[in-house]
């Protein structure tokens, strides 16, 4: 399978506790995404990263978020101090970047959906 | 700011033809994308327009008209693995390629 992948796809912690997650992208990606989706809502997004560098961060992502993308390759998103209000879906995308390119179109992995207790 | 419309629920026929709209205003604009989910699943790709006009793609086409911050996803032939949410996407200027999503349309194909 050739596509992004992210783990776990589901995860239940208590109010508090740290949580982190996984997500390998598409592997000649250079770029990589997370957003966070909440129910009837779209993805809004949280940070990206071009190769190892992190470049932008939403103001979404509070002190309690941090991503790494250590190597370049695959990424993870930790939660620090867990809270109810960060239960959603957590969704990681990939794309690959090239000057003058078409449509750099990011695809998206399956999600890890947190609830929080 | 930024701010991207589309219709909450929309629901067509099997074998008709349906349009979703779009409407955007973001404080930059480098492409507009279509992505399909199925509930619980993750967003696929459908459709990109970056310059006015039609691009087809099989049963699916997408309109843009970047004067009027408008598009729409034009759906025919519907089949009931249709039945979807259908969301909307500006890509932001800058080179970041970071993408605004509006709240989706969720689309209901009936027998």
């Known amino acids: 399978d050739t596509g992004v992948s992210q783990n776990p796809r589901h995860k239940i912690t208590k109010r508090g506790q740290n949580v982190t997650f996984r997500c390998d992208p598409i592997?000649?990606?250079?770029?990589l995404y997370w957003y966070r989706q909440t129910l009837g809502q779209g993805p809004e997004f949280l940070t990206y990263f071009q190769n190892e560098a992190q470049l932008e961060k939403s103001r979404l992502l509070s002190d309690r978020f941090s991503a790494e993308r250590p190597k370049g390759s695959f990424s993870t998103l930790e939660i620090q101090r867990t809270e109810q209000g960060d239960s959603a879906m957590y969704l990681c995308a990939s794309s690959l970047f090239y000057p003058r390119g078409v449509g750099n179109e990011q695809f998206f992995g399956p999600g890890t959906r947190l609830t929080v207790l | 700011g930024q701010n991207i419309d589309q219709p909450t629920e929309m629901t067509a026929t099997e074998g008709a033809i349906v349009q979703i709209n779009c409407t955007y205003q973001?404080?930059?604009?480098?492409?507009l994308f279509w992505y399909q989910q199925h509930a619980g699943e993750a967003p696929t790709f459908l459709s990109y327009n970056v310059l006015d006009g039609l691009e087809e793609k099989g049963r699916f086409s997408s309109f843009l008209s970047r004067s009027k911050g408008y598009s729409y996803l034009l759906l025919k032939e519907l089949q009931m693995k249709d039945s979807a949410s259908y969301l909307c996407?500006?890509?932001?200027?800058?080179?970041?390629?970071?993408?605004?999503f509006g709240a989706g349309t969720r689309l209901a194909v009936h027998p």
């Open positions: 996407a500006v890509r932001s200027s800058g080179g970041y390629n970071k993408l605004i």
């Open positions: 592997s000649e990606h250079n770029r």
């Open positions: 973001t404080s930059g604009f480098n492409g």
